[in-house]
């Protein structure tokens, strides 16, 4: 019988992460994006994790960390309060509610300082997360890393109004 995962925790993005925050982008990449990517397209995605604007995205934007007994396992960065920009679990929680728990924190804070709406550029792998907490693909597009061309999809989701969300909460 398989044992249950400890409470799971949020907290906001330290600089001291980011080492750990590069493992868990790396080991979701290759772990979990196999069936949709090539290996190069893989291995290049994986490398924009060097780049020093991975770091300024952590830190410009507003980046949860999920962490189980004090130990990150994923992360989510909301940029200009709509752009979900980073948004990646460690494979060996994946499918257990960590990403759902930062999602929703994440449309939570955006929807308390007024967002009306949230968009990712969405991986193929992650399209049915996405869609299963609302977010509709607007469009395809491809993206250039290297040597490589990655495809993904624009997908938005349309939050209620402050309002709404205050009578149902």
Same mark, same amino acid.
């Given at each position: 019988?398989?044992?249950?995962?400890?409470?799971?925790?949020?907290?906001?993005?330290?600089?001291?992460?980011?080492?750990?925050?590069?493992?868990?982008?790396?080991?979701?990449?290759?772990?979990?994006?196999?069936?949709?990517?090539?290996?190069?397209?893989?291995?290049?995605?994986?490398? /924009?994790?060097?780049?020093?604007?991975?770091?300024?995205?952590?830190?410009? &934007?507003?980046? =949860?960390? #999920?962490? *189980? %007994?004090?130990?990150?396992?994923?992360?989510?960065?909301?940029?200009?309060?709509?752009?979900?920009? /980073?948004?990646?679990?460690?494979?060996?929680?994946?499918?257990?509610?960590? &990403?759902?728990? =930062?999602? #929703?924190? *994440? %449309?939570?804070?955006?929807?308390?300082?007024?967002?009306?709406?949230?968009?990712?550029?969405?991986?193929?792998?992650?399209?049915?997360?996405?869609?299963?907490?609302?977010?509709?693909?607007?469009?395809?597009?491809?993206?250039?890393?290297?040597?490589?061309?990655?495809?993904?999809?624009?997908?938005?989701?349309?939050?209620?109004?402050?309002?709404?969300?205050?009578?149902?909460?």
């Amino acid at each position: 019988m398989g044992q249950a995962m400890p409470q799971p925790g949020l907290r906001p993005f330290l600089p001291a992460d980011l080492p750990v925050l590069v493992e868990i982008y790396e080991e979701s990449i290759a772990e979990l994006t196999g069936e949709d990517y090539s290996e190069s397209q893989q291995e290049a995605w994986m490398a /924009l994790s060097g780049d020093e604007s991975f770091a300024q995205k952590l830190t410009q &934007g507003l980046t =949860l960390i #999920a962490s *189980v %007994e004090g130990s990150p396992v994923g992360f989510i960065c909301l940029k200009d309060n709509e752009l979900i920009e /980073l948004f990646h679990v460690h494979p060996a929680v994946a499918g257990q509610g960590i &990403g759902t728990m =930062l999602y #929703a924190a *994440v %449309e939570k804070l955006a929807g308390a300082r007024g967002a009306t709406r949230l968009v990712a550029e969405v991986s193929d792998n992650a399209q049915p997360f996405f869609q299963k907490h609302g977010f509709q693909p607007q469009r395809r597009t491809t993206l250039s890393l290297g040597d490589e061309w990655l495809a993904n999809t624009t997908m938005e989701k349309r939050l209620a109004p402050q309002e709404d969300r205050k009578l149902s909460s």
